[in-house]
Structure formats: structure tokens, C-alpha cells
């Protein structure tokens, strides 16, 4: 899981992201280098005006399925982040890529929230500062920072 909140106060609208996992597998004595579409929980929202954490479940569908962090670091894992939306500020369609490599996983942590309530004004504060803030998780889910 990676997470991302849209620049200042931009509200973006048709949010969608893709990632891909790019690896080396060992094929018949051979190294190879391996592209996989990830499934997301949810890839496309309509309205993202707070944060949004984006989560690859690792189930036995997933390319990485009873992978250790060794094993990630070993096939030179990396995850691919293609984000497309649709700024209501600029009235255009705004892109953004990013990626991570295996030594960027934090294993065994969770998000903290970002939020809270400022039950003064009546609103939701998004704390931007928290974007990489983590805690300890009792599951091993490995989260992206940085």
C-alpha cells in the first residue's frame, strides 16, 4: 500500500491509478525481467479532495504471494505508479508517475491516519505531514514510504 493527497487545495475529480510490478524471475536457469498488472482494491474514485491509500491485496493471485522482503529485494522488485485525474483548478487532466523499489518497503507497518476533526470549525483537517508516518502493524503488510 502507498498513500497520496492532491496538491494544495485542488480537488481532483476521476481519479484513477494503475501499477505495475516489474521484477527479475529466475525461467529455466535464466533471469528474466517481468511486468505484472497489479489489482487494486479500489483504482478509480471519483472525487479525491483528502487522501487516498492505494492497496495491492497479497493474496495467491497476487504475483508476489509468499514473498519475504529478501525476496523482493532479491528480484529487484519494483513498483510502477501511473496516476491520472482531472484537476477542477486547472480544468485539465493532470498526470503523475512515480515508483518505488523493494528497498523503499516498509514491512510490517501500517499507515497512521492523516485526519482529524476540528470540532471548533466544524470540518476535517488533513495533516499533510503525516503522508509517510507509520506505525507498527500486527500483520505483516508491507507500505510504501518516501
Same mark, same amino acid.
Given at each position: $500500500?502507498? #498513500?497520496?493527497?492532491?496538491?494544495?487545495?485542488?480537488?481532483?475529480?476521476?481519479?484513477?491509478? *494503475?501499477?505495475?510490478?516489474? $521484477?527479475?524471475? +529466475?525461467?529455466?536457469? /535464466?533471469?528474466? &525481467? #517481468?511486468?505484472? &498488472?497489479?489489482?487494486?482494491?479500489?483504482?478509480?474514485? &471519483?472525487? $479525491?479532495?483528502?487522501? =487516498?491509500?492505494?492497496?495491492?491485496?497479497?493474496?495467491?493471485? %497476487?504475483?508476489?504471494?509468499?514473498?519475504?522482503?529478501?525476496?523482493?529485494? %532479491?528480484?529487484?522488485?519494483?513498483?510502477?505508479?501511473?496516476? /491520472?485525474?482531472? +484537476?477542477?483548478?486547472? %480544468?485539465?487532466?493532470?498526470?503523475? #508517475?512515480? %515508483?518505488?523499489?523493494?528497498? !523503499?518497503?516498509? =514491512?510490517?507497518?501500517?499507515? !497512521?491516519? $492523516?485526519? @482529524?476533526?476540528?470540532?471548533? @470549525?466544524?470540518?476535517?483537517?488533513?495533516?499533510?505531514? *503525516?503522508?509517510?508516518?507509520? !506505525?507498527?502493524?500486527?500483520?505483516?503488510?508491507?507500505?510504501?514510504?518516501?
Amino acid at each position: $500500500m502507498f #498513500r497520496m493527497v492532491p496538491y494544495k487545495n485542488n480537488i481532483l475529480s476521476e481519479t484513477e491509478v *494503475k501499477v505495475n510490478l516489474a $521484477m527479475q524471475v +529466475d525461467e529455466n536457469g /535464466k533471469m528474466m &525481467n #517481468r511486468f505484472f &498488472n497489479l489489482d487494486l482494491e479500489i483504482s478509480k474514485i &471519483n472525487s $479525491m479532495s483528502l487522501n =487516498w491509500t492505494i492497496v495491492h491485496l497479497i493474496n495467491d493471485k %497476487s504475483p508476489i504471494y509468499n514473498f519475504s522482503y529478501d525476496d523482493l529485494v %532479491s528480484s529487484k522488485m519494483e513498483l510502477l505508479v501511473f496516476v /491520472k485525474a482531472f +484537476d477542477e483548478v486547472f %480544468s485539465n487532466t493532470v498526470v503523475q #508517475r512515480y %515508483s518505488y523499489i523493494a528497498a !523503499e518497503v516498509v =514491512w510490517g507497518a501500517k499507515f !497512521e491516519l $492523516m485526519y @482529524h476533526a476540528d470540532k471548533k @470549525h466544524g470540518t476535517t483537517v488533513l495533516d499533510i505531514s *503525516k503522508l509517510n508516518a507509520y !506505525e507498527k502493524a500486527d500483520l505483516l503488510m508491507p507500505v510504501a514510504a518516501g
